[in-house]
C-alpha cells in the first residue's frame, strides 16, 4: 500500500508548496473552530451540570423551570451565546464532513445548501425563543 | 398534542438518522484497517481518536437540531413543552442522555487536545501519551456523572 509519503512525493501536491498560503476564510473558520471550542467547553459542562445532574436532573425540566430561569437575562445571555456558538460550531464541522465524503460538486451543493439553510431556520427559531420568550403571554 | 408528537418524532429521527450516519462512517473508517484506501491517516490511537471525535460531533449536533426545536415548543406554552420534553423524562430515555453526555464530554476533551497540538505541534511527537491522559480524563469526568444520572433513572424503572 502507498504510504501518505509516496503519495506526495509522487503527486507533489500544491498544497503544501511553501509559498502558498491558505484561503484566509478557512484560516478564520480554523480559528473559530479553536476560540468557540474553548468557549463552548465550560459553557456546554455548566449546561449539562445544570440540566442534568442538579437536584433530580432532567425530570425537574418543565415550563416552569424554563420560565423561573428566563426571568434572569443573564440565563437568557447565556443560553443564547450557547446556541450560537455551539450551532456555528457543529455546522462547520458538518461541512467539513459534507468536503470529506460526497465528492460530487452537485450533491455538495445540495447539501450544503439545504445544511445552511436549515441552519438559519434553527438560528432564528432559537433566537426567538430566548429573546422573546414571556411567561406571561404564553404560560 | 399532536405538535408535540411531531417534535418528538423529530427528536426521534435526528437520533437514529445520525446514530445511523456515524454507524456508516465508522465501516468506512473500518476499511483503514484492511488496508483500503478511504479517509484516512496512520491508523492507531491518534487516527481512533479522529474517529471518535467525527463520530460524536455528529451525534450532538443532530440532538442540538432536534433540542432547539424542543425548545422553540416553550413559546407556545406549557401544554406543548412539558409533552414534548416528557420524552426526556421517560426512565428508558435515560441511556441515551448518558450517551450525549459520553458523547459532548469525550468531544470536549478530545478539542482540548486537537488545540493543544495546533498550538504546541512539538507536543504532537507525544500523541499517544496525550491521547491516553485524555482518556483518564474522559474516565474521571463521565464516569461519576453516568453514576448519579443512571441511579436515578433506575430507581423509577421497573427494576428499581
New interface residues.
Given amino acids: ?1 502507498a504510504t ?1 509519503e509516496d503519495i506526495y512525493r509522487k503527486h507533489k501536491p500544491k498544497a503544501f508548496s511553501p509559498g502558498r498560503r491558505p484561503s484566509s476564510t478557512e484560516v478564520w473558520w480554523w480559528f473559530f473552530m ?1 476560540i468557540s ?2 468557549i ?2 465550560f459553557l ?2 455548566i449546561h ?1 451540570y445544570v440540566m ?2 442538579v437536584g ?4 425537574r ?4 423551570f ?1 420560565a423561573e430561569r428566563w426571568a434572569n437575562v443573564g440565563w437568557r445571555a447565556f443560553d443564547w451565546v450557547l ?1 450560537v456558538l ?2 456555528l460550531h ?2 462547520n ?2 461541512r467539513i ?1 459534507i468536503d ?2 460526497i465528492r460530487s460538486p452537485g450533491a455538495r451543493t445540495a447539501v450544503k445548501g439545504t445544511l445552511y439553510g ?1 441552519t438559519a431556520i ?1 438560528m432564528i ?2 433566537t ?2 430566548v429573546v ?2 414571556d411567561a406571561g403571554v ?2 | 398534542m399532536l405538535a408535540a408528537k411531531l417534535i418528538e418524532g423529530l427528536v426521534f429521527v435526528l437520533t437514529v438518522g445520525s446514530g445511523l450516519v456515524a454507524t456508516l ?1 465508522l465501516v ?1 473508517l473500518l476499511r483503514v484497517g484492511k ?1 483500503r484506501q478511504g ?1 484516512a ?2 491508523g492507531g490511537i491518534g487516527q481512533w481518536s479522529w474517529v471518535a471525535h ?1 463520530v460524536t ?2 451525534l ?2 443532530a440532538f ?2 432536534g433540542h ?2 424542543d ?2 415548543g ?5 401544554e406543548l ?2 409533552e414534548t ?1 416528557s420524552l ?2 421517560q426512565w428508558w430515555f435515560k441511556p441515551f ?1 448518558v450517551a450525549l ?1 459520553a458523547a ?2 469525550y468531544h ?1 476533551f478530545n ?2 487536545r486537537i ?1 493543544l497540538f ?1 498550538f504546541w505541534p512539538h507536543l504532537a511527537l507525544k500523541q499517544k501519551l496525550f491521547a491516553k491522559i485524555q482518556l483518564a480524563a474522559f474516565a474521571i469526568a463521565f464516569l461519576p ?1 453516568a453514576f ?2 443512571l441511579r ?1 433513572a433506575l430507581e423509577e424503572s421497573p427494576l428499581g
Fill in positions: 500500500m501518505v479553536r471550542g474553548v463552548l467547553l456546554v459542562l449539562l442534568h445532574l433530580s436532573g432532567v425530570e425540566v418543565g415550563f416552569d424554563v446556541l455551539a450551532l457543529g455546522v464541522g458538518l464532513i470529506d465524503y436549515l434553527l427559531m432559537g426567538t425563543v422573546a420568550f404564553s404560560g | 462512517l468506512d488496508g479517509v491517516y496512520k467525527r460531533g455528529i450532538v449536533v442540538l437540531f432547539i426545536v425548545t422553540f416553550v413559546g407556545f406554552g406549557p413543552y412539558d420534553i426526556y423524562q442522555e453526555v459532548v464530554v470536549a478539542g482540548l488545540i495546533d456523572a448519579f444520572m436515578s
